[in-house]
């Protein structure tokens, strides 16, 4: 029971606890009232015991957004908002591509796709009226669709952006998995390790990184999906049914849970990270503002 894999795509569930000595930190502090982690993953063997590439993850939980009317919404943004900023390092001239992966047409993977409707694309105003909107930062956003829609894979699409827009730094956004329901459409994860698209819905493309691109990449994602085996295992295990033989594949390759009301949950995330990251990358905004702004 205890050795098989379990499929995530958060740090903090990949982690152990105590393996500063193989090369992970683990932070756990807390902001505004969400509680925000951070994994630091710093040597290949920490890499490899995480299943996860090196480089700071942070992930903040979002349960407080259930409790609406205490000005919660803007509280979170602002939060992410922080965390972003510390990741992307702007310097105030560098402008920004996000890109929004993901299909929309599928609400378990719509996140990435619906994120970019609430994001303050720019760059344009800023180059042809400055003297109007130059105290806006030059920000690209961009949906690149799904393979099996345009033929195209995601990475292919930034890359391809990236290397005619020349950008500072590009933000991916896009679905991720999950080992706990209790995560799923309640947890942002943001990484400078860049992202593998459609990994959450068990669809891996090719990645899209620091690496990859040649400029710093950082990936926001939000859980909207659950590997069926895994989740039945993980149950087990909490019921204290050790030596229960699930035979493997019980549940076929391609089999998730997602949420009942996965639509509305993942255009709430997706409206959550779109305005964070409009307070992240245009200084002096409030949510209010962006909310003004998108009209």
Not at 45 to 69: Q, S
Not at 117 to 126: E, F, K
Not at 195 to 205: D, E, Q, Y
Request: proline residues 4%; contains cysteine.
């Amino acid at each position: 029971m205890q050795n098989y894999p379990r499929r995530t795509d958060l740090a903090v569930e990949s982690a152990v606890g105590g393996t500063a000595a193989r090369g992970i930190t683990h932070r756990t502090d807390s902001s505004s009232g969400f509680e925000v982690t951070t994994v630091i993953i710093g040597t290949g063997e920490g890499a490899a015991l995480a299943g996860k590439p090196l480089g700071r993850y942070v992930t903040v939980g979002t349960d407080r957004l259930l409790r609406r009317g205490d000005g919660a919404f803007a509280a979170a943004a602002g939060v992410i908002a922080g965390e972003l900023r510390g990741l992307l390092a702007l310097s105030e001239t560098d402008s920004v591509l996000v890109a929004g992966l993901g299909n929309p047409a599928i609400a378990a993977d719509s996140v990435g796709a619906l994120s970019c409707d609430s994001v303050l694309a720019t760059a344009h105003l800023v180059e042809t009226e400055p003297e109007r909107f130059g105290f806006f930062r030059r920000v690209y956003a961009e949906r690149p669709g799904v393979v099996g829609s345009t033929g195209v894979e995601s990475s292919r699409a930034v890359k391809a952006l990236a290397a005619e827009l020349k950008p500072d730094r590009v933000i991916v956004i896009d679905a991720l998995s999950s080992l706990s329901p209790a995560r799923v459409c309640r947890t942002v994860q943001l990484t400078d390790a860049g992202i593998v698209p459609g990994s959450g819905v068990g669809n891996s493309r090719p990645r899209i990184s620091r690496e990859t691109l040649g400029i710093p990449v950082i990936a926001i994602g939000v859980p909207t999906v659950i590997d069926a085996e895994t989740l039945a295992r993980d149950l087990l295990g909490r019921a204290g049914l050790e030596d229960f033989d699930l035979p493997d594949g019980a549940f076929g390759e391609n089999l998730i849970v997602t949420p009942r009301d996965i639509d509305a949950a993942a255009a709430s995330a997706a409206k959550l990270i779109g305005y964070a990251i409009n307070l992240a990358l245009h200084s002096g905004l409030t949510a209010d503002d962006v909310t003004a702004l998108l009209g």
